[in-house]
């Protein structure tokens, strides 16, 4: 019926946060390329900087996830004929089965959401910790030289 409505509210709520820390990101970029530039020119002789993975990417990972499943659900929902192009859109309010739909998103769409959710949590891990050992290995190669 409407599962896909609490992964999209998770969506847009993501995509603006993942937005507002490109911002910041940007914001901390520039003031640190404008001030101290021959700290990064230094680090740049040295060899290679740490391997670092921005959080406005890991959470553009997580939207991808999201609204990717968002569609995939909407589409799946279309085609059952359980949602249609026409207000109220969902036929189960049409039906007057309001609770059950809105059961259907507490019990089904949340529990997606949150799958989905910690699925991304798991691969942040596994990237933090391929990071981790890029940093270890690039050190080890410094030390050595």
């Not at 520039?30 to 670092?52: C, P």
């Not at 990972?61 to 059952?80: D, P, Q, R, S, Y």
């Not at 997606?112 to 890029?134: D, H």
């Amino acid at each position: 019926m409407a599962c896909f409505v609490a992964p999209a509210v998770e969506a847009v709520v993501t995509t603006v946060v993942q937005k507002v820390v490109e911002s910041k990101e940007k914001k901390a970029e520039l003031a640190v390329n404008n001030s101290e530039e021959f700290v990064k020119e230094d680090i740049q002789i040295k060899g290679m900087e740490k391997a670092k993975i921005k959080l406005s990417r890991k959470l553009g990972w997580l939207n991808k996830m999201l609204w990717g499943g968002t569609a995939l659900l909407i589409f799946e929902h279309v085609w059952h004929g359980e949602v249609v192009p026409y207000f109220p859109f969902f036929t189960s309010i049409q039906n007057g089965d309001v609770a059950g739909m809105l059961g259907e998103i507490a019990r089904n769409g949340i529990t997606m959401a949150a799958l989905v959710t910690g699925v991304w949590a798991i691969i942040v891990a596994v990237a933090s910790s391929f990071e981790k050992r890029a940093n270890r290995d690039s050190e080890a190669v410094k030390e050595e030289a």
